[in-house]
């Protein structure tokens, strides 16, 4: 048993010996193995065989060469940036202002963005938010190149869908933005959105995000009474949208103006949610604001009232509607020389079909309109006396606040 005890114990020890002189040589081994990957680094790259890296020689102050490594960092989100960087502009809203000693002044009411779209001889044309520039008494705008203060003609404006087109200066313009196809815009494709939040000390900031809806409808209060007036269609974007990027460019990955930033929802909590006016639908705007002043939108000639605002009772009398009639616009009034007038469209009709769309309300009657042209004709489908009605009426132009 001594004998069994004594020899492992002198084989342990042996074992023991063997192991640490295999750590010291693997130790050894790897120091070695390092500074020869370190020696060799340069000419690997040189060869190519770390692709990715570039290496750019350099003199040392002793006399020896130093390796400056550099990633190419160039991508399609880069080039995009650069096709439409410099045609985004600043827009300044000057107000008259009165101090407290009855002194009259004109100063910056606020900020937003604008994108230069198109050049037509020695002018150039902007596009950018209502919002942005209502109650100017001057507008103002700012370059990427440098040049500040260059006074802008406003063209026209359309509250409706909270755009406005400008003119300055065409010799002053270095680029021009490029329109895309709002319609072919999928959900879940990268959207960059560029322009000036917080004001222009953060000119042509840079925000990168994707599409996240392109079926979106935000309400319209045109007379600030708490009522919607009207429903916008918009793209949604998680990009990064904030107080002055408004009037901006949402761009797709090939450097094209797909929507123009709009608005965003600002609540405790809440984040990704930015919207913008599609491409598609801005630009039938842009051409009417350039070419009339207004938009030549389309009218029936009648005041609208949406029956659900009607008290119960008078569904009965007097509308005098079926029972299984839940939605619809009431005909509160009717416009003297109108079309309706014309087609023989009376007081207390109820509108509840245009064409082969249903209308639950005036906010859909308005935005079906909308869609139509001046001269266009249009099949409205009415109740009236509890019976169902149909006659087709030639629009009109209509008179835009």
């Given at each position: 048993?001594?004998?069994?005890?004594?020899?492992?114990?002198?084989?342990?020890?042996?074992?023991?010996?063997?192991?640490?002189?295999?750590?010291?040589?693997?130790?050894?081994?790897?120091?070695?193995g390092?500074?020869?990957?370190?020696?060799?680094?340069?000419?690997?790259?040189?060869?190519?065989?770390l692709?990715?890296?570039?290496v750019?020689?350099?003199?040392?102050?002793?006399?020896?060469?130093?390796?400056?490594?550099?990633?190419?960092?160039?991508?399609?989100?880069?080039?995009?940036?650069?096709?439409?960087?410099?045609?985004?502009?600043?827009?300044?809203?000057?107000?008259?202002?009165?101090?407290?000693?009855?002194?009259v002044?004109?100063?910056?009411a606020?900020?937003?963005?604008?994108?230069?779209?198109?050049k037509?001889?020695?002018?150039?044309?902007?596009?950018?938010?209502?919002h942005v520039?209502?109650?100017a008494?001057?507008?103002?705008?700012?370059?990427?190149?440098?040049?500040?203060?260059?006074?802008?003609?406003?063209i026209?404006?359309?509250?409706?869908?909270?755009?406005?087109?400008?003119?300055?200066?065409?010799?002053?313009?270095?680029?021009?933005?490029?329109?895309?196809?709002?319609?072919?815009?999928?959900?879940?494709?990268?959207?960059?959105?560029?322009?000036?939040?917080?004001?222009?000390?953060?000119?042509?900031?840079?925000?990168?995000?994707?599409?996240?809806?392109?079926?979106?409808?935000?309400?319209?209060d045109?007379?600030?009474?708490?009522?919607?007036?009207?429903?916008t269609?918009?793209?949604?974007?998680?990009?990064?949208?904030?107080?002055?990027?408004?009037?901006?460019?949402?761009?797709?990955?090939?450097?094209?103006?797909?929507?123009?930033?709009?608005?965003?929802?600002?609540?405790t909590?809440?984040?990704?949610?930015?919207?913008?006016?599609?491409?598609?639908?801005?630009?039938?705007?842009?051409?009417?604001?350039i070419?009339?002043?207004?938009?030549?939108?389309?009218?029936?000639?009648?005041?609208?009232?949406?029956?659900?605002?009607?008290?119960?009772?008078?569904?009965?009398?007097?509308?005098?509607?079926?029972?299984?009639?839940?939605?619809?616009?009431?005909?509160?009034?009717?416009?003297?020389?109108?079309?309706?007038?014309?087609?023989?469209?009376?007081?207390?009709?109820?509108?509840?079909?245009?064409?082969d769309?249903?209308?639950?309300?005036?906010?859909?009657?308005?935005?079906?309109?909308?869609?139509?042209?001046?001269?266009?004709?249009?099949?409205?489908?009415?109740?009236?006396?509890?019976?169902?009605?149909?006659?087709?009426?030639v629009?009109?132009k209509?008179?835009?606040?």
């Amino acid at each position: 048993m001594g004998y069994y005890d004594d020899s492992f114990s002198s084989q342990l020890k042996k074992e023991r010996r063997e192991g640490s002189s295999l750590v010291f040589i693997a130790f050894v081994s790897a120091i070695m193995g390092g500074l020869l990957v370190l020696m060799m680094m340069p000419t690997l790259l040189k060869s190519g065989y770390l692709p990715g890296w570039n290496v750019a020689p350099s003199s040392a102050p002793s006399g020896g060469e130093i390796a400056n490594y550099s990633v190419n960092v160039n991508s399609a989100v880069v080039d995009a940036v650069k096709k439409v960087e410099n045609a985004v502009v600043g827009v300044i809203n000057i107000q008259e202002t009165t101090n407290i000693f009855g002194q009259v002044a004109r100063g910056e009411a606020g900020t937003g963005s604008g994108i230069v779209f198109r050049k037509a001889g020695d002018k150039a044309y902007v596009v950018t938010n209502n919002h942005v520039i209502e109650g100017a008494q001057k507008v103002q705008v700012s370059l990427a190149n440098g040049k500040k203060n260059i006074d802008a003609k406003v063209i026209g404006t359309d509250p409706w869908t909270d755009l406005a087109v400008l003119e300055i200066d065409g010799s002053k313009v270095q680029q021009v933005a490029e329109f895309g196809h709002s319609s072919a815009v999928k959900v879940g494709e990268p959207a960059i959105a560029i322009g000036n939040p917080l004001g222009m000390t953060f000119s042509r900031t840079v925000t990168q995000g994707i599409i996240s809806s392109t079926e979106r409808t935000i309400p319209v209060d045109l007379d600030g009474d708490g009522e919607q007036d009207f429903e916008t269609n918009v793209l949604q974007t998680d990009a990064a949208i904030n107080p002055g990027n408004s009037g901006g460019p949402l761009v797709n990955i090939s450097g094209q103006v797909i929507g123009i930033n709009s608005s965003k929802i600002a609540k405790t909590g809440v984040e990704g949610l930015g919207f913008a006016i599609p491409i598609d639908d801005a630009s039938k705007i842009i051409d009417d604001l350039i070419a009339h002043k207004s938009v030549q939108r389309p009218k029936l000639g009648i005041t609208p009232v949406d029956l659900q605002a009607v008290p119960t009772e008078a569904w009965q009398d007097p509308l005098q509607l079926p029972a299984d009639v839940e939605s619809g616009v009431v005909v509160k009034d009717v416009e003297q020389f109108s079309p309706a007038e014309k087609a023989g469209l009376k007081q207390y009709d109820v509108i509840v079909q245009l064409d082969d769309q249903k209308i639950e309300n005036s906010v859909q009657l308005r935005k079906y309109l909308f869609q139509k042209r001046v001269g266009d004709t249009v099949k409205v489908t009415f109740y009236r006396d509890g019976k169902l009605h149909s006659v087709n009426i030639v629009l009109t132009k209509r008179n835009m606040p």
